[in-house]
């Protein structure tokens, strides 16, 4: 039997998701950056609720402490988008159902910087 996958914005991403999709909806010129990138969030969260195991899983190791205490995120998943952006997501489950919720979605200079990385 498979479990129904339901894929829940966060926070920051909720945000992001929304503000995204304002300016986008402000736009009269076609195929801007936004809209790329909105494109791009909306077809990964239909991957992921096909497959909740799309992205890339980020070592335990190396998940930031603020995705542990803000949300007890036990796991960490990456999913690259247009222009170098990232969604980042954490599975959660039960008898029933998975949820994946989507913590972040950011540039790459956050998502280095998030992840201690140097910038070039």
Known sequence: ???????????????????????VGQQIKENTEEMQLLRSIKQKIEFVKANPFYGN????????????I???????????????????YTIKGDLVEVICFILDIINHKEYDKKFGYRGK
């Not at 039997?1 to 300016?23: F, G, Q, T």
């Not at 998943?77 to 170098?84: G, I, M």
């Open 70 to 88: 803000k949300y007890n995120a036990k796991n960490l998943w990456r999913v690259e988008l247009t222009n170098y952006w990232r969604m980042l």
């Open 1 to 23: 039997m498979n479990k129904p996958v339901r894929v829940i914005l966060l926070d920051e991403a909720d945000s992001e998701y929304k503000k995204l999709n304002y300016i």
């Open 57 to 68: 899983n980020i070592p335990k190791l190396l998940i930031p402490k603020e995705y542990i």
